[in-house]
């Protein structure tokens, strides 16, 4: 890696922790409703000013678990849904790798962005609420592709979450989900609040059998951030 790149990365990473300082006393974050969600998301891309370092959860490329497990399991002309898509890199992995990929974000802002970055995607985005989701799009999808939204959840709307997602899997589909994880004694602040393995183990609840879970790390300067990703499917 160049200086130049290091001196990037580094420029990057810290006008985002400048971002996360000023997210973190926004109020909405815990929003329990719609209008309070959306209002909070938009504060966020409008103080963004076109900077996506001032969006946490933007890396501008593929989350590599995503990547990785997308080598392994590719779309062959299969539908697909990315949830709270954000700037749209999952999603374009996603179509990439062979899927016929829709993704969603509550807000307009994020698919807005997300279209100016990819004027070509084959990606159909569009903006929409988790909790008020078309009802053509129950038991839809063979891949659903859910990375960070549960875990910027909380209460009552992060069960519900787990509820919903679940509903999208098609008969013979897959679940991918990926998140901030912790231990079940864990206590972890949020926002993000990590999830425990009892609350991913929750799809089962809802017809999807766990294929499997894997723990990793994501290293930041000063810290190292615990994930899972897990696999689930639902029987014909």
Avoid at 212 to 222: K, N, Q, S
Wanted: proline fraction near 5%; charged fraction near 30%.
């Amino acid at each position: 890696m160049s200086n130049e790149t290091v001196h990037s990365d580094r420029e990057f990473m810290a006008r985002r922790d400048a971002a996360r300082e000023r997210i973190d006393e926004l109020t909405g974050a815990k929003g329990g409703n719609t209008d309070d969600r959306l209002a909070w998301f938009h504060t966020v891309y409008k103080e963004a000013g076109g900077d996506p370092a001032a969006i946490p959860w933007a890396d501008l490329a593929p989350k590599d678990a995503i990547v990785e497990w997308l080598a392994k399991n590719p779309g062959e002309g299969r539908r697909s849904i990315d949830i709270g898509c954000g700037l749209g890199d999952n999603a374009e992995a996603l179509a990439a790798a062979g899927y016929r990929t829709e993704a969603f974000d509550l807000s307009e802002d994020a698919i807005s962005w997300a279209k100016e970055r990819f004027p070509e995607s084959s990606v159909s985005y569009r903006s929409a609420d988790l909790f008020n989701l078309s009802g053509d799009w129950q038991d839809a999808f063979d891949l659903v592709q859910e990375c960070y939204t549960i875990q910027a959840l909380d209460g009552d709307l992060r069960a519900k979450a787990i509820e919903v997602i679940a509903g999208l899997v098609a008969p013979g589909g897959t679940l991918l989900m990926i998140n901030r994880s912790q231990s079940e004694d864990g206590d972890a602040k949020g926002p993000p609040w990590p999830m425990r393995p009892s609350e991913w183990r929750r799809f089962e609840d809802y017809g999807l059998k766990r294929v499997r879970e894997e723990f990793y790390d994501i290293e930041r300067p000063g810290r190292v951030i615990p994930h899972v990703r897990a696999e689930f499917f639902k029987e014909v």
